[in-house]
């Protein structure tokens, strides 16, 4: 038991002389892993579609259910995705989130990505609830403010329309 406090004592003495390691956080920022997981982001496709077709398979890999998709279908007046379906209500609880990346790794078109954005802190608890509008990326300048129709699907459209 003696021994254990000298060792003990002994790591508070090494410790003691080293030069603390400390950041200046609002001004300067520490380097993050290039692995690191932080807030969720929908994509959209160059031309201002978004690239969540709602197949709900990111909230089907979510270990702590804290997605919740809602399909609906596109039409050709109304088309927010290049596929059949839009995801028309997307939500996540990010006090349920552990930032674990599986809904990223089970997008087939990469629509999720989560982001460096790490300052998530808040007072409000509904504030955590994010919805489609607050995912979604801000429209390309290419797309000129709006959407329009996918590359791929404009063949099929023309041919639908003669």
Known sequence: MLIDLFKGMGVTLRCLFQ??????????????????????RLLRWEDGLERCVGCSLCAAACPSHCIYVEAAENTETDRHSPGERYAKRYEINLLRCIFCGYCED???????????QFELANYDRNAFL????????????????????????????????R
């Open 130 to 161: 994010y919805t489609k509008e607050m995912l979604l990326e801000p429209l390309p300048a290419a797309a000129g403010g709006q959407a329009r129709r996918h590359p791929a699907r404009e063949p099929a459209l023309e041919a639908a329309a």
């Open 19 to 40: 030069k603390p390691i400390t950041v200046q956080y609002p001004e300067e920022r520490r380097e993050q892993y290039d692995r690191t997981r932080w807030r969720h």
């Open 106 to 116: 089970a997008c087939p078109t990469g629509a999720i990505v989560l982001r460096e």
